[in-house]
């Protein structure tokens, strides 16, 4: 059976693959997008995201395509996630590619989230996700120190004009900033231990920062929870981190920042995030390109556990 570049098969439900927040197909974070799934149950959509490999897939599992609005769901390789930024993002440039850019709906375990894609001057579609809601409150110690202890860091590695928050914007992930960019580049942290951790506090992802300027971070996120030791891009904690930095009172008057992430895996991410102070959502942006049937083939996933 032939499939267009970017598309696999998993018995009889055809699986686009995408690599989301960069404009090539060796960056940017893979997802798995799945645009018919209605006939699919929960057992069958976590079988063909374990099938995949990447740390979400998407799932359409109902469709309104006059009013452009849809269901959508998300599976890890180990389990179904409120909501996933990069897959996100990935499903409607999908959409688009198929439809027409334009303004999208998706009706997600997480909330309505609204998705505007463009295409550029070359044709490359850039998404913009707005969040539901978000929340940051201060970290615990007790958080803090059994998120440290599981990461092999040290209190003395965190950037006190940053402080441990856990930011929710659709899921909850812990903020985690560190005083230099060495530290964010070495993490080798323990992976049964964290994912503990993660577990018993309900978060999706730890969001590790390094702040270059007031406009530019660096991030990392490990995801041992969903399988996979690291997210190279993952759009649902860069909204969360938004709402973070608003609660804190550091988002920029004026313009964007940007999070650069995946660099350290060889697989560079770039999300722009808009953070509003006068609402509560905050918007994510980037692009999403088709990873081609070859470097499927010759294995595109990051790293699983």
């Not at 686009?16 to 799934?37: E, K, M």
């Not at 688009?96 to 309505?112: E, H, I, K, N, V």
């Not at 988002?251 to 722009?272: F, H, K, N, V, Y």
């Amino acid at each position: 059976m032939t499939h267009p570049e970017g598309t696999t098969s998993t018995p009889d439900v055809a699986v686009l693959r995408y690599a989301a927040f960069t404009s090539h197909p060796d960056g940017g974070n893979p997802a798995g997008v799945v645009l018919d799934a209605a006939s699919l149950g929960e057992e069958q959509m976590l079988a063909i995201a374990a099938e995949v490999g990447y740390s979400e897939t998407a799932f359409v599992t109902s469709r309104d395509e006059q009013r452009r609005r849809f269901t959508l769901r998300y599976f890890s390789p180990l389990a179904e996630v409120a909501f996933c930024g990069h897959a996100t993002v990935a499903t409607a440039v999908a959409l688009a590619a198929r439809m027409g850019p334009g303004d999208l709906s998706f009706d997600t375990p997480a909330g309505d989230i609204n998705v505007a894609t463009v295409a550029d001057g070359n044709g490359a579609v850039r998404a913009t996700l707005t969040s539901v809601p978000t929340r940051s409150r201060p970290a615990q110690a007790a958080e803090v120190d059994a998120t440290l202890s599981a990461l092999r860091w040290d209190t003395a590695d965190l950037d006190p004009a940053l402080p441990p928050h856990v930011a929710f914007a659709g899921n909850e992930h812990l903020v985690l900033a560190t005083g230099s960019r060495a530290r964010l580049a070495d993490l080798d942290y323990d992976f049964e231990a964290l994912a503990k951790v993660m577990r018993a506090y309900g978060w999706t992802t730890v969001h590790l920062v390094w702040r270059e300027s007031d406009s530019h971070f660096h991030a990392r996120d490990p995801f041992p929870v969903g399988g996979v030791p690291e997210d190279p891009a993952t759009g649902a904690a860069a909204a969360a981190f938004g709402g973070y930095l608003r609660t804190l009172g550091l988002a920029p008057t004026a313009g964007a920042i940007t999070i650069r992430q995946g660099e350290d895996m060889g697989r560079p991410s770039d999300l722009t995030v808009d953070v509003a102070r006068d609402d509560a959502r905050v918007r994510v942006s980037g692009y999403a390109v088709p990873i081609p049937t070859a470097a499927i083939l010759a294995g595109s996933r990051p790293g699983r556990r």
